[in-house]
């Protein structure tokens, strides 16, 4: 029995290993061709959709540096010089069948342009604003409900705080976009459908899961600390800061990180409320989009270099998720000896 059990405790820790490596390797192999097209200038680029044609810039260039020869090698010409250049225009003239693979060629020359930079940066500004508004309530609740307020009021408190961590994501989307977005805008200005809605809505829904962590972390103390700390004079204040919050910090930090890829990667109730807009938000009350909300709507029309694009953005959320955890992790939870 004991070795079943060592055997199955690496097995289900090779599986979730396996599993996190095949889901970068897969969303690597559909990325790559647009990895290859567009490469790293497609994190700075804000442009999306944009259909350019790089024969006409290639014309302009060879027009201009064909002036600049002429110009350098000017010749006079002489009577027999003109007669010939004569000839040579009649022979130019185009037919249609030059015109037709002309416009060929113009077609072939188009493409189209995508960059990634609106959405990356819309997902990071609406979770700084979900994490910045959630945190401080969130631990609020928790210090509430864990040392301040009556068993008869913690409890069902406790309890409502839980159900809504169950509550989908779909429904916070409806209520911000009918509800909640009117209500925000009124306030602050803009429309009903903004960053600041997004980062408002998301904020909402991960603070459940940090308050009931955090709850639960604080209530780890042992009570011969805190009788302690009473014993010597202190205030419910200062014991919640110097004994409890040191004590249950790393709990508390879990449930920030935990909450923190909840943001990241939060689809149906931002695209409610974020706008969907493809531009750079100069205010707040503005809209924009995130990537995963662009990868939500523009899924299911997608095929060929499009697609790509779209698995090139989940691959960008993917490694700035991992980035952003695993600095979080190692950094704020890093044993210090």
Do not use: C
């Amino acid at each position: 029995m004991e070795a079943f059990f060592k055997k199955f405790s690496a097995f289900s820790a090779a599986t979730i290993l396996l599993i996190l490596t095949s889901i970068f390797v897969v969303l690597f192999l559909y990325a790559k061709p647009a990895i290859k097209e567009y490469g790293l200038k497609f994190l700075i680029d804000s442009r999306w959709d944009v259909v350019v044609n790089d024969s006409n810039i290639k014309m302009a260039t060879a027009a201009l540096n064909q002036n600049t020869t002429d110009i350098d090698n000017e010749i006079i010409p002489t009577d027999d010089d003109l007669d010939i250049i004569e000839d040579n225009d009649l022979k130019d003239i185009p037919m249609d069948d030059d015109l037709n693979i002309e416009q060929e060629n113009n077609v072939s020359d188009t493409k189209v342009i995508y960059g990634g930079l609106i959405p990356i940066v819309g997902t990071i500004l609406s979770t700084i604003l979900a994490m910045l508004f959630a945190v401080p309530i969130a631990m609020g609740i928790a210090v509430f409900l864990s040392e301040i307020a009556p068993p008869f009021i913690s409890r069902p408190v406790g309890i409502a705080i839980e159900l809504l961590a169950a509550i989908p994501s779909i429904i916070y989307g409806m209520w911000g976009l009918f509800y909640f977005g009117p209500f925000v805008s009124k306030i602050f200005g803009g429309g009903s459908v903004s960053l600041l809605v997004a980062g408002l809505v998301l904020g909402i829904m991960v603070i459940p899961f940090i308050a009931s962590l955090t709850r639960d972390s604080m209530k780890t103390t042992p009570n011969v600390l805190k009788e302690s700390a009473y014993a010597m004079g202190a205030t419910k204040f200062e014991v919640i800061r110097d004994v409890i919050f040191p004590y249950a910090k790393k709990g508390i930090i879990g449930s920030i990180i935990l909450a923190l890829g909840r943001a990241l990667g939060e689809t149906m109730a931002v695209a409610f409320v974020i706008g969907g807009v493809f531009s750079f938000p100069h205010k707040i009350t503005d809209p924009t989009v995130s990537i995963p909300v662009v990868l939500a709507n523009n899924f299911a029309e997608s095929s060929g270099m499009s697609l790509s694009v779209l698995f090139y953005l989940a691959l960008i959320l993917f490694v700035i998720s991992f980035v952003v955890i695993s600095f979080a992790k190692f950094y704020f939870l890093r044993d210090k000896r």
